[in-house]
């Protein structure tokens, strides 16, 4: 990550930021760029440029990761780079080039890197910390009633009781705070599940879900995280946006169609972390359950399209298997389930503890 | 006063017949869910047939796996629509498993350029019995039969009671045209 201020200061940027502390407007002699606190994405000439993270506030300090040098900054002095994104070395910088600076210069912006502009990771990130909030999200609910049984079981009254049971064990076992995006029948839109974990700042957010196919004897385990619809869809988006989202007169509209970009794209930074928690649950689950693995996937699903943290949705066995759905009405099977789950939130953890799991930049 | 009234009236049945002209007598004229009016198109093309590939779900409900079969329609929408209807009638093979409920109804299926819609009647996600992966399954054994089978169709819309729709049933986004997921015949998304 590189501290934005010194960066601003070397390179004699003009900078403004919205009143929300949210919007942040860079402009050179060439041209200007607009980030997003929290959001990956630069918009530059009209075009949407994805960075390795986010641009984020750390206790006041701004910082952007590393590859805004490359992929923003040429934009707005007029000056191409090849740096890599977390390089620090002199050589590479003077490889790659700062194309008709003198070595003087090249040197003197090296060193200026290591100085005063590298803000370390450790700063930012602190000591590993565990986790400290966790939205658990019990699908369906009202009347999204989800799947249903042959014997009349039904989705959303069976992930609720599962999903109560996993929140007192994790309070209890982990000390950390759980929220339930529903504590009884009522319906609640997906969009706002997912806006109830990015306002709580979770570290982690799980749907929990139960099975169906067309199929009775189709029965075990499966977890997924999150897939982009299609790059041809977000090429599309950029499109739309072009110039828009980048031009101060931007009306309601265009920032309601920004959003909404934002919104699709908020799952990019964390897609491995997703993948590491959904691995975890699917391991637990499987394990401890002793059913058949349906395997960790990816898929388009919109629960999750806007959380700003690891995310995954599991699906705790199919209600459309006659066996299966007599165990999932039982309280002791149910129990076990969710003991299942708290394990895999308790290896998310201590993955977290350890420092095995790099915590996603916020 | 009364020559007024004469002119307010004469104006009146005029405006009635043009409406009632324009009714019935112009061509139809619909209007695509980007909010463009667009004329039907006449309805020039001759009644076609020819073979598609069905996508339906392999026994295991992991993977979509192809079924070969005649199709034939009055007119290319119409052949499209019954490629739709095809699909809804579900497999002849026992080792393949649907993926629309046996009572989805087609509303319509039209084009636009290279995006078709596909408007479905509720019943598809009401009737749908759940799961996250059943769900993928059933959008894109529309999308790909659609995309596979008719290379000029490069998106699919699926439309719910004629409205676009944020899931198709609960899970999966369907709110924008989507494009094949031909990886889905080995069971993975990409």
């Not at chain 2, 992991?62 to 019954?82: H, I, T, W, Y």
Request: aromatic letters at 6%; a negative charge; glycine letters at 8%.
């Amino acid at each position: 990550m590189i501290d934005l201020q010194s960066l601003i200061d070397f390179f004699d940027l003009r900078s403004s930021m919205d009143v929300l502390g949210e919007r942040l407007d860079l402009v050179g002699s060439r041209g200007s760029c607009r980030l997003l606190l929290e959001s990956p994405l630069v918009l530059s000439r009209g075009l949407f440029t994805v960075m390795s993270g986010p641009f984020v506030n750390s206790s006041g300090r701004l910082a952007i990761p590393f590859d805004f040098l490359t992929k923003a900054l040429p934009a707005l002095t007029g000056r191409s780079s090849s740096l890599a994104a977390g390089d620090l070395t002199l050589g590479e910088v003077g490889s790659g080039g700062f194309k008709g600076q003198s070595p003087d210069e090249l040197s003197k912006f090296a060193s200026f890197i290591r100085r005063d502009q590298y803000v370390p990771e450790e700063i930012l990130q602190k000591e590993p910390k565990g986790l400290s909030v966790v939205v658990l999200d019990p699908g369906h609910g009202g009347r999204s009633l989800g799947a249903r049984g042959s014997t009349g079981t039904v989705e959303k009254d069976l992930v609720l009781s599962v999903s109560e049971k996993l929140k007192q064990k994790l309070e209890e076992g982990l000390g950390i705070k759980v929220v339930l995006t529903r504590t009884a029948d009522y319906y609640v839109g997906l969009k706002e599940r997912t806006a109830i974990a990015n306002n709580n700042r979770a570290d982690l957010f799980l749907s929990v879900h139960a099975n169906a196919t067309f199929r009775r004897d189709i029965d075990g385990y499966e977890t997924y995280y999150m897939s982009f619809r299609s790059t041809d869809k977000q090429a599309r988006s950029y499109a739309e946006v072009e110039n828009k989202a980048l031009g101060v007169k931007g009306g309601e509209d265009d920032k309601a169609l920004l959003e909404a970009i934002l919104w699709d794209m908020a799952q990019t930074s964390y897609l491995k972390e997703s993948n590491e928690l959904a691995s975890m649950v699917q391991k637990r689950i499987v394990g401890e359950l002793r059913g058949r693995d349906r395997g960790v996937r990816q898929a388009p699903l919109a629960v999750l399209m806007g959380a700003r943290m690891p995310a995954a949705l599991v699906e705790i066995g199919y209600i459309s298997n006659p066996e299966q759905e007599v165990r999932l009405n039982r309280k002791s099977h149910q129990d076990q389930i969710a003991m299942a789950l708290y394990r895999a939130v308790e290896d998310y953890h201590r993955g977290l503890l350890r420092g095995e799991i790099k915590r996603g930049q916020r | 006063m009364k020559k007024s009234l004469r002119v307010v009236l004469i104006l009146f049945l005029g405006a009635g017949t043009m409406y009632l002209f324009m009714r019935f007598y112009l061509p139809e004229r619909r209007i695509s869910p980007l909010g463009e009016e667009i004329m039907s198109k006449p309805v020039l093309s001759a009644p076609q047939a020819r073979q598609v590939d069905l996508f339906f779900a392999d026994s295991t409900g992991r993977r979509l796996s192809l079924e070969r079969r005649e199709v034939a329609g009055d007119s290319r929408d119409d052949l499209l629509k019954q490629v739709v209807e095809e699909l809804i009638k579900g497999p002849a093979d026992e080792d393949r498993i649907r993926t629309l409920p046996e009572s989805t109804m087609v509303r319509a299926v039209y084009e636009l350029e290279t995006t078709v819609w596909v408007d479905l009647g509720g019943a598809v996600s009401d009737e749908h019995p759940g799961g996250s992966w059943t769900e993928v399954l059933a959008v894109y054994s529309v999308v790909n039969t659609l995309t596979e089978n008719f290379t000029d169709v490069s998106h699919v819309q699926l439309l719910i009671n004629g409205r676009e729709s944020e899931t198709f049933a609960g899970h999966v986004d369907i709110s924008t045209p989507l494009v094949s997921r031909i990886q889905l015949l080995a069971g993975d998304w990409e």
